[in-house]
């Protein structure tokens, strides 16, 4: 019966491994509106994701080679 149970027990151990090392899947983001990359592309990014409601927030996305914010949400 020991052995079994140590068996059961590194079968579970290298699932939970093979599950920590397999790569998650990509979160997508929809992009709402952009921003310049100032300081005041900052403040109405911020403004607008605080009146938009919880799950929207501000990120920088490179498109290419210029930085932008975006108002995002999941």
């Known amino acids: 019966m020991r052995r079994i149970s140590l068996g059961v027990s590194t079968a579970i151990a290298a699932a939970a491994m093979a599950a920590t090392l397999a790569p998650a899947p ?3 983001q929809v992009i ?7 300081t005041a592309g900052a403040k ?4 607008a994701a605080n ?4 799950e929207y927030y501000c990120t920088v ?3 290419g080679g210029t930085k932008l914010y975006a ?3 999941p």
């Open 26 to 28: 990509a979160s997508a």
């Open 32 to 38: 709402v509106q952009w921003y310049s990359y100032n």
């Open 44 to 47: 109405a990014c911020n403004s």
């Open 51 to 54: 009146a938009a409601g919880p």
């Open 61 to 63: 996305v490179t498109i």
């Open 71 to 73: 108002l995002a949400r």
